[in-house]
């Protein structure tokens, strides 16, 4: 009998030591948050009612922090807000704000130092922080649904990221919202992540996002930024149903990366649309590329790709290609050129001549931009055909043997409207 009740006993002590038997704690506006803290124990959640908390905060236990109608907590522009330095720690509907501006130091909205694992952050808003969240080697974590902004009057370059994941593996970066940091979302050296739904605006690069493999990229929006999403150094990508639009540079760069999907995203009104360089074995498909000065800049290889049923319209220059040898793209299924010029006498929907995308003319163009005005003329037109005659005066080009007569989205007209400034 008393081994039975030592038994009971012990899943008693389990049950509270796993958070069954949690406390509550209550702080209301003038009381102390850091000592809510440092009296709960392992578990505990802490209610924030709503008022302003001047102060800084270390969590190093398992803890849940949860606002009452976003209460406040200012770092008053010195150090981080929180940091974080225990596993199974939760931040809910708070507003983080004034972190300093100390660059060596990683000052953050929250810092997740290494080790707290299990890190979640929802519903929160992060302002005038020089780093929103650095989370440093904290596995299976999930930022979500947070609202995040640097200090835009600081240069861009003396910002922090609004995002960092460094040596983390299974992150979730969700529906987030980013803008005036420097990078809006900076991963390196992690594995197995998602980001999902994150609207990442006015920064230097929307994404920069280097030697992390295994990982998604899907449903997010990069806007107004110097540079979209830049995925560079990385292999076994699912990047995928993207929106990147008016951005100065790029939309979406593939910089030496491998065995990955691109598919069913949208650049529009970029400087380059997309920007590949060295980039291998990956399939590019079912994309739109719409109203970018150039559409696709193309070099350092980039060869071995499979490239089908994407729409190519109103680029002024639908590829630079920078090769010694002509690339095939349109293998299994042709892409759509608005520039096109050739004929389907079967009606099958595929064009029977060949596109070419770096002709005589085409090269003419970059040389010399006023050639753009007499693209219609027939002189034109003649210069092209007699180019195809005469190889000698053919340049390497991405080649689309039999290119769709009409696009492949249906819905490509939505994005129609948008123009690079």
Request: one cysteine or more; charged letters at 20%; aromatic letters at 8%.
């Amino acid at each position: 009998m008393r081994a039975g009740f030592a038994a009971v006993a012990s899943m008693l002590l389990a049950l509270c030591a796993s958070s069954a038997c949690a406390a509550v704690l209550q702080v209301r506006a003038g009381e102390s948050i850091g000592a809510a803290v440092r009296a709960a124990s392992a578990g505990d959640t802490i209610l924030i009612a709503r008022g302003l908390y001047n102060e800084r905060l270390l969590i190093d236990k398992p803890l849940t922090l949860r606002g009452q109608d976003r209460p406040t907590i200012s770092a008053r522009n010195s150090g981080d807000v929180i940091r974080v330095a225990s596993s199974d720690v939760t931040i809910d509907g708070l507003i983080l704000r004034d972190s300093g501006a100390d660059l060596d130091r990683q000052n953050a909205g929250v810092h997740v130092l290494p080790g707290s694992d299990r890190f979640v952050l929802r519903n929160c808003v992060l302002s005038y922080t020089l780093f929103g969240v650095f989370l440093d080697k904290s596995d299976h974590s999930t930022l979500s649904g947070n609202t995040i902004t640097g200090k835009r009057d600081l240069q861009s370059a003396a910002r922090g990221n609004g995002i960092q994941v460094y040596n983390s593996a299974h992150v979730d970066v969700i529906d987030n919202n980013i803008s005036y940091a420097r990078d809006g979302i900076y991963v390196d050296l992690s594995r197995h992540a998602l980001f999902r739904g994150n609207k990442i605006h006015h920064l230097r690069y929307g994404t920069h996002y280097m030697n992390t493999n295994h990982s998604t990229w899907e449903h997010n929006e990069s806007y107004q930024n110097r540079g979209g999403l830049a995925l560079m150094e990385v292999r076994n990508l699912v990047v995928r149903n993207n929106v990147a639009w008016g951005n100065e540079d790029h939309g979406i760069m593939l910089r030496t990366i491998q065995d990955s999907v691109i598919e069913n995203n949208v650049v529009a009104a970029n400087g380059r649309g997309f920007f590949i360089y060295d980039a291998e074995y990956n399939v590019l498909r079912n994309n739109v590329v719409i109203n970018n000065r150039t559409g696709v800049h193309l070099s350092a290889g980039s060869s071995n790709n499979a490239v089908d049923g994407n729409d190519f319209i109103g680029n002024e220059e639908a590829v630079k290609f920078v090769a010694a040898r002509d690339v095939t793209w349109g293998r299994t299924r042709g892409n759509y050129w608005s520039g096109y010029n050739g004929w389907d006498q079967g009606g099958d929907g595929a064009g029977d001549v060949p596109y070419e995308a770096n002709d005589l003319v085409d090269r003419l163009n970059w040389q010399y931009p006023l050639v753009k005005l007499l693209l219609s003329s027939p002189s034109v037109s003649t210069l092209r055909f007699v180019a195809r005659q005469f190889p000698v005066l053919r340049a390497p080009s991405v080649v689309d043997p039999h290119p769709r007569m009409r696009p492949n989205n249906p819905e490509w007209q939505r994005w129609n409207d948008k123009h690079v400034h």
